[in-house]
């Protein structure tokens, strides 16, 4: 299935019409990248400023569906070891995503074991809130 930004604007409106609040997940520009391949077999994050205003652009036209949003930005690439070209885009990126619009709650969501190193960077910007999973080993 083929997902599209209007559907989910238009999913949104639809739960909102019903009375619902909800909020909006989109996987992150970092993991888009670091997941993407390039034909010309080149280093994706590259095209880091080129995805970046595509997300503004994106952020700016959830910002009008509600006085208040929250969207959920998953960053599932989070868990691994990265590179510091990988690490040094996240400041910028999510200073650049705050600041499209003050009625956007931003949360970015990582899994599992998350990187510490790109947790660090993360409470450095404006983001509104941080998800990330633990665990505990229990020895027997």
Same mark, same amino acid.
């Given at each position: 299935? !083929?997902?599209? %930004?209007?559907?989910? #604007? $238009?999913? *949104? ?33 590259? #095209? &880091?400023?080129?995805?970046? %205003?595509? *997300? /503004? ?10 006085? /208040? ?6 960053? %599932?690439? &989070?868990?691994?070891?990265? /590179?510091?070209?990988?690490?040094? #885009?996240?400041? %910028?990126? *999510? ?7 003050? $009625? ?9 074991? !998350?990187? $510490? ?6 409470? !450095? ?6 998800? #990330?999973? &633990? *665990? ?5």
């Amino acid at each position: 299935m !083929h997902s599209t %930004p209007q559907k989910s #604007l $238009n999913e *949104y409106k639809e739960a909102k019409a019903l009375g619902i609040k909800t909020k909006i997940n989109l996987i992150g520009p970092i993991t888009f990248l670091g997941l993407s391949k390039r034909v010309d077999r080149g280093d994706t994050y590259e #095209l &880091f400023a080129t995805i970046l %205003p595509i *997300y /503004e652009a994106l952020l700016s036209e959830i910002a009008k569906l509600d006085d /208040e949003i929250t969207v959920q930005i998953d960053e %599932p690439i &989070f868990v691994k070891d990265l /590179e510091p070209k990988v690490l040094s #885009l996240i400041k %910028p990126c *999510y200073d650049t995503l705050c600041k499209v619009s003050d $009625n956007i709650k931003i949360i970015v969501t990582t899994y599992f074991e !998350h990187s $510490n190193e790109a947790t660090k960077v993360l409470v !450095h910007t404006p983001v509104w809130g941080l998800g #990330l999973d &633990f *665990y505990t080993v229990i020895k027997m």
